[in-house]
């Protein structure tokens, strides 16, 4: 089991170089295919004052505009790929919304891995895609890189966040070719004997048992959130283990409502200083 095919996400130039970079630098080695895919709307409505009808020359220049965007990302996406040496192919689409990442959806679905870098919330970037279309809809894992869009290469320590969730267990499943080439895994466990899925005595123990089947060494690690929070305490656990990687279920604190993210989901989306991969 690897990686062969993985769809990147590019919301906007700024995507294009540490995504690419940090892609080639996987991909080193390895036979792999990158698809990068750029959203744009495909139609604008602009009504003119005082009689609100349609003003044609404003809606044109906005259609020229989504043109030359298009145009630009994928001269810079298919220079960096040869720059890189990379197999690859540039899909732009239309979408009502012109949301990238909801664009992507159809591609996602035939990737084995989908990547997006986090935006930069310093330097004011804001979250362009929809995220949680990837995560929700696109039935396969998702990377996310932070945004300097750092990846290790090689990957050789990561954590999984564990509690036992249909969603935990799907993500670190995903996340197989890469616990399999890793030199560290550890399976941390916040507060065992809270969670309804985790056996608190032999917390760990069975998903420890199935990945040594699969020749990767686990450690298992249970912590304590204390006074602070979940998201605090795998985070606490990250930085002592030095993890290149953290791979986590994502799902919203009380599974609710799907399309929200929950308190650990969002607090690793916002502000993880490692990749994280997340499945649903």
């Not at 084995?112 to 986090?118: A, F, S, W």
């Not at 550890?186 to 065992?192: C, F, G, H, Q, S």
């Not at 993210?261 to 989306?269: N, P, Q, Y």
Request: hydrophobic residues 45%; charged residues 20%; proline residues 6%.
């Amino acid at each position: 089991m690897a990686y062969h095919t993985i769809l990147a996400v590019y919301s906007s130039q700024a995507d294009v170089a540490p995504l690419t970079s940090a892609i080639a630098d996987f991909a080193a080695g390895r036979d792999l295919h990158l698809i990068g895919c750029h959203g744009e709307p495909s139609q604008f409505v602009v009504l003119s004052a005082p009689i609100d009808v349609p003003d044609a020359a404003t809606i044109a220049a906005l259609y020229e505009q989504a043109d030359q965007r298009m145009r630009d990302l994928g001269a810079a996406f298919e220079k960096a790929c040869e720059t890189a040496g990379l197999s690859h192919e540039w899909r732009p689409v239309r979408s009502p919304g012109g949301d990238s990442a909801v664009s992507a959806l159809v591609s996602a679905r035939s990737a084995d891995l989908v990547v997006v870098r986090q935006p930069d919330r310093a330097a004011d970037e804001d979250m362009a895609t929809n995220v949680e279309a990837l995560l929700f809809e696109g039935g396969r894992p998702v990377l996310f890189l932070p945004p300097n869009g750092k990846l290790a290469s090689p990957i050789r320590r990561v954590l999984i966040a564990w509690d036992g969730s249909r969603e935990a267990a799907r993500a670190t499943h995903d996340a197989l070719p890469l616990l399999k080439a890793a030199e560290a895994v550890e399976v941390v466990i916040v507060d065992p004997d809270k969670l309804p899925d985790i056996d608190a005595p032999l917390a760990g123990t069975d998903i420890a048992s199935c990945l040594s089947r699969h020749h990767i060494h686990v450690n298992v690690t249970t912590v304590s959130k204390g006074s602070g929070s979940t998201a605090e305490a795998i985070s606490a656990q990250v930085a002592a283990s030095n993890a290149d990687l953290v791979v986590m279920g994502a799902y919203t604190h009380q599974r609710l409502r799907e399309w929200l993210f929950g308190g650990v989901t969002r607090a690793f989306l916002e502000s993880s200083p490692v990749p994280v991969l997340m499945s649903r």
